[in-house]
C-alpha cells in the first residue's frame, strides 16, 4: 500500500475507525463492537443473548477487514469472529438516537378542530391494518381520535382498545363507569361542571392512552371539553418562558385518598420530550395534593400555574361537543386535557364506559406495523 492511500479500516488503542459507505469515517469502541456483534442476538427470540458482563477480558481486535459491504473483525484471545454489516455500522456512527418510525411531529391544535378530527369505524378498524394505522398516527400526531359504529357492549371497548395496546389498570380498576341517571321528578338536579383535566396523576406513571365509550347520552348539554395541552403550552412558551421554565422544571403533588389508599405521585405540568419539545402536560384540580414546595418558589410558581390553568379555558384552545351514543373518544391523556360543562337536565341518561391502555405500547406497536426492524 503506498501512503497517499487511507487504510478503510485502522486499528486504534481502544477501537477501530472504518470507512462507511458514503465516504464518512466512523470510529466504534472495541467494547461496543464486541457486545453488537450480529452473533450476540437470538434469531428466534430477537433478543441479546451474548451478556459482555460475562467477558473476561476488554475486547480487542487481533485484524480487521472490510469483505464487500460488511467489516470483518478478528478478536484477539478467543476463537471468535464478528461480521458487521457497514449499512449497520453507519446507523450508529454519528453516536444519535436511533431512528424512531414512532417519532412523528405532533401537530398542535385548536378550538376549531371537531370537523377534522380523525374517524374511523369500529368495524373496519377490526379488519383493516391501515384503519388501525391511520387512528394510531392520529394519536400520535394529534394526540385524539374519535371511533364510531361502537357495538353497545362491554366487550366492544375491551377488543377496540385491545388494537393498541394491552388493557392498562388504574388504582381505580380495569374499567371506569360515569353513569349519570336523571330522575324527571328532581327538576332542580344540576349537574357540576367537571373541570378540565387529564386523568389520575396520583399514580406514578399517569395513564396513557384513554378511552371513553358513550353508551347512551340523552342528558341535554352537558358538552364534551377536549383541548390539545400542546398547544397552551407552546404559547406559554412564547409568551412567558420564565413560567414555562417552572411549569416544565418544577415537580408538584398530586394525591387521591380512596377505599384504604393513599395514593401520592409528582408530576411536571409541562412535559418535555428528548428534543426538548412539548409533549404533554398533566393537570388535575381536584387531585392536586397541598403544594409542599418552598414558600418562596412559590412566590413565582403560583402565578405561573394559574397563569397556564387560565389559559386552558381560553376560547382559542377548547374544542366542544357532544359525545354520541355510539362513539368513542380516544385520546393521549398525558397531552389531552378534557372536562364536561355543566348541564341542567331534565331527563335522560349518561353512560360513558372508560379505560386506558399504554402510550409505550401504542408506539411500539405502530412501529412494528410500518417497518421491518432491525432483525429483518
Ligand atoms: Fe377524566
Redesign the pocket.
Known sequence: MDGTQIDPVTLEEDGLTVALPDGRRGYFNAWWLRDNCPSSFDAETRERTFDIFHHATTPRPAEAHIDEDALVVHWAGEHHVSRYPLAMLAAYAAGERRHDPADLPRRPWFADHYPDLTRVAHPTLHEDPAERRRLMEALLVEGVAIIGDMPDTDAALTRTAGLLGTIRPSFFGAYFDVRTHVKPTNLAYTSKA?EL???VPAEELAPGI?Y?HCRRNSVAGGLNLFLDGTAVANDLREDDPEAFRLLSETEIPFYKEHDGIDMRARQRVIELDHNGAVSGVTISQHMADIFDLPQRLMDRYYPAFVKFGRMLQDEKYVMRFTLRAGECICFDNHRIV??RAAYAATSGERHLR?TYTDRGELRGLYRALVSEGRFH
Open positions: 367537571l383535566h387529564t386523568d384513554q371513553l378534557h372536562g372508560g
